[in-house]
């Protein structure tokens, strides 16, 4: 099974390069910052660096890119106006939809030969084996 997911993180790297996006302004890193402001709304960079386990100086860095671009403006928190969250645009709205439909077409694609219900089953067993590594991660494990 290692060796399964090492094969499949290494086809998700190459296959971020095969989505047909255009250039939208901001590195495919920063762009992934757009999906939790989407679905979640207006959030702090630090909340943004929890959500997607990264460094607080790389998501600043990545928003930085996504108000250069306009797909995301900065705006002051409503519970402590000293601080300001970033908040996505209509443009950056456009982008999540873009992306979003270069990633279903992409996969689609990739799965046309597969039967629905094989689909299904498949998509049933990745979110569970998903719930459980995120479980496992979030248990603190002493150093052995």
């Given at each position: 099974?290692?060796d399964?997911?090492?094969?499949?993180?290494?086809?998700v790297?190459?296959?971020k390069s095969?989505?047909?996006?255009?250039?939208?302004?901001?590195?495919f890193?920063?762009?992934?910052?757009?999906?939790?402001l989407?679905?979640?709304?207006?959030?702090?960079a630090?909340?943004?660096?929890?959500?997607?386990q990264?460094?607080?100086?790389t998501?600043?860095?990545?928003?930085?890119?996504?108000?250069?671009?306009?797909?995301?403006?900065?705006?002051?928190?409503?519970?402590?106006?000293?601080?300001?969250?970033?908040a996505?645009?209509e443009?950056g709205?456009?982008?999540?939809e873009?992306?979003?439909?270069?990633?279903?077409?992409?996969?689609?694609?990739?799965l046309?030969?597969?039967?629905?219900?094989?689909?299904?089953?498949?998509v049933?067993?990745?979110?569970?084996f998903?719930t459980?590594?995120?479980?496992?991660?979030?248990?603190?494990?002493e150093?052995?």
């Amino acid at each position: 099974m290692a060796d399964e997911l090492m094969r499949f993180a290494r086809v998700v790297a190459r296959a971020k390069s095969m989505l047909n996006l255009g250039d939208l302004g901001a590195d495919f890193s920063a762009l992934m910052l757009l999906f939790p402001l989407r679905f979640r709304g207006p959030l702090r960079a630090t909340d943004l660096a929890e959500i997607k386990q990264a460094d607080p100086s790389t998501v600043s860095r990545q928003v930085a890119q996504l108000v250069k671009a306009g797909l995301a403006r900065r705006e002051a928190d409503p519970v402590d106006g000293r601080a300001s969250r970033i908040a996505i645009t209509e443009a950056g709205l456009a982008a999540v939809e873009r992306m979003q439909q270069a990633r279903q077409s992409w996969l689609r694609e990739a799965l046309a030969d597969w039967p629905a219900d094989r689909i299904a089953t498949f998509v049933g067993l990745f979110a569970e084996f998903n719930t459980s590594v995120e479980a496992q991660l979030a248990t603190p494990r002493e150093n052995a």
